[in-house]
């Protein structure tokens, strides 16, 4: 079996070319190619925080990007008692600026959890002195709602 013949290719012979017969073709490659690394988290290993981490869903590159990269940071690299309590600034500019574009952040699936919650409690709070009377009954027998 012959080897493969090996061409330069390429603007600046930047490529190669790998012609080979149909002889090396048929069988089984037996080239081994290396694990692959493991794809880095929100934290890299240096300690600082990967901005082209999927987790982030873009948070970092959007309208509010820097407001974004800046709160994170502050909580991220905080040495304050409790972490990021040094940071509630940076957190309400980002807020603020979300606030301007309520289409691409929406809303907070904790705000309307807490707005379901306060509109439930009012359906279920007790009868007080105000709520009305209950209906009467005339003399033939049919119901009439208190006016």
Sequence with gaps: M???????AGSGNKDIVIVASREELSTPSRV?????EPTPGLILADGSINWGCPCLG????????????????????????PKGSDCY??????????????????????????EALAGSDTATAPAT??????????DNNATEEPH
């Design 89 to 114: 600034e940076k957190f309400s500019v980002m807020q603020q600026c979300m606030a301007e574009y309520p289409d691409l952040y929406g809303r907070d699936d904790d705000d309307e959890l807490a």
């Design 32 to 36: 081994s190619l290396p694990d692959p």
């Design 129 to 138: 002195a105000t709520a009305p009377a209950p209906a009467t009954t005339t």
């Design 58 to 81: 873009g948070m970092a590159t959007g309208p509010c990007g820097i407001q974004f990269r800046e709160a994170f940071s502050c909580f991220h690299y905080s040495e304050a008692d």
């Design 2 to 8: 012959s080897s493969p013949s090996i061409l330069p």
